[in-house]
Structures are given as structure tokens and as C-alpha cells.
């Protein structure tokens, strides 16, 4: 496609995103993670499987890391997969018309739906960051005045806490699936080692 084809896809995403965002929770739903349905059928929290809580970086840093963040409140639907793997789109009519496979959706802060998704928007791949969507993107995402790191004040540090976490809890050494395709034990290896070089490097970063 032209930057003028994926530009209008973006603006569109921009929008589903907005939607997102400005989705108004149940008023069941009180906390974070993930939902579930009580036995009347309301929207209730349930807890994230996904989510290790680390004490002992809680203890020694975590106020401090969430301190510059100008809101720490904002919760929304986190879809937690928005690539255009996950999209539906007619190319006769130029839009978008399903966005699917909500089942790592979650209720989080806003800003960790750009940490877990948008990986086909401009992101890094094997040749490097696609500058000219990502610029696109960033545009769209302004015009729907939608939340964006960018907009987010005190968000590096948030993204640190989600690297470190990362690091703690690899999703290549806990998910069964890609457990099953990657068996062998050197792949593991290499895997956790590169995730202790990254801790290191982190905790490094932070002070830690």
C-alpha cells in the first residue's frame, strides 16, 4: 500500500483506539486486570494471570518510578493485540470493518496498550523502525486526540517498569504455545540470559 493507504487505515485505528479509551467501565468493574462475568451477569474484575507482583522492587522504588506521572487513574479497555493481524479490512470500501480476538483484552492504565500492541504501525522489525508510518500514526492519533506516549507526561518511567517486568516474567519462557513450537532447552537458555543481561541493564538504568 501507499503512505496514503496505510495513513487512512491509521486514522481509522486511531479512532477504534479513541473508542477504547473512552469506553465508560461498568460501575462492577472496580479495580485492574482482567473481567469476568458474576453469577447475575455483570462485568466484574478478575484477576490477570499474566501480572507477577515482585515485592521486592515494589518496596524499594515503585512510588518513586510513578511519581512524574500526571495521572494515575486512567483506566480503560486495553485491547493488548491491536496489530492489523487482528483487523478485518475491505479494500473495495477502504475500511475497516472488525476489529477481533479480545482475549488478552484488559482493564490497565491507558498508555500500556502502546507496550503491548501496534507492533504493524510504524514499529521496530527485522529492518529497522518504518519512521514515515510511525510519523502517520502519531499524526492520526493527535487528530482523535487520543492518549499517546507522547501526550503522556512521566511515561518513561512506566515503560521502564514494564521492561523490568518483562524481563522478570518472559512471555517466550511462560507461554505454553510458544513453549510447545520452541522445545528445545538452548532456545530457553539463550532466552533467559538475554532477559538477566536486560534486568541488569535496567536496574542499572534505574538506580537500582
Known amino acids: 500500500m501507499s503512505l496514503g493507504q496505510k495513513q487512512a487505515i491509521l486514522a481509522q485505528m ?4 479513541k473508542a477504547l479509551q473512552d469506553y465508560p467501565l461498568p460501575v462492577s468493574v472496580k479495580g485492574w486486570g482482567g ?9 466484574v474484575g478478575a484477576p490477570m494471570p499474566s ?29 493488548v493485540d ?16 472488525a476489529l477481533f480476538d479480545y482475549d488478552f483484552a484488559s482493564i ?11 507492533s504493524t504501525t510504524g514499529g521496530s522489525d527485522s529492518t529497522g523502525v518504518d519512521w514515515e508510518v510511525a510519523q502517520a500514526w502519531e499524526d492520526e492519533l493527535r487528530k482523535q486526540d487520543a492518549k499517546r ?22 512471555w517466550t519462557l ?9 522445545p528445545e532447552e538452548d532456545h530457553k537458555w539463550n532466552v533467559r540470559r538475554r532477559s538477566e543481561k536486560q534486568l541488569i541493564g535496567l536496574l542499572d538504568h534505574m538506580g537500582f
Do not use: H, M, W
Open 51 to 79: 501480572v507477577e507482583r515482585v515485592e521486592a522492587f515494589l518496596e524499594r522504588g515503585l512510588v518513586v518510578q510513578f511519581s512524574g506521572l500526571e495521572s494515575k487513574q486512567e483506566r480503560s479497555v486495553v485491547y
Open 14 to 17: 486511531a479512532g477504534l483506539l
Open 82 to 97: 491491536f496489530t492489523t493481524d487482528n483487523i478485518l479490512y475491505d479494500p473495495v470500501i477502504g475500511c475497516i470493518i
Open 174 to 182: 511462560t507461554n505454553q504455545d510458544y513453549l510447545r513450537l520452541n
Open 149 to 170: 506516549p507522547s501526550s503522556i507526561q512521566g511515561v518513561e518511567k512506566i515503560a521502564d517498569i514494564n521492561e523490568l517486568l518483562g524481563c522478570l516474567k518472559s
Open 108 to 118: 490497565l492504565y491507558l498508555v500500556y496498550e502502546f507496550f503491548r500492541s501496534f
Open 35 to 43: 473481567v469476568t462475568f458474576d453469577d447475575s451477569g455483570a462485568i
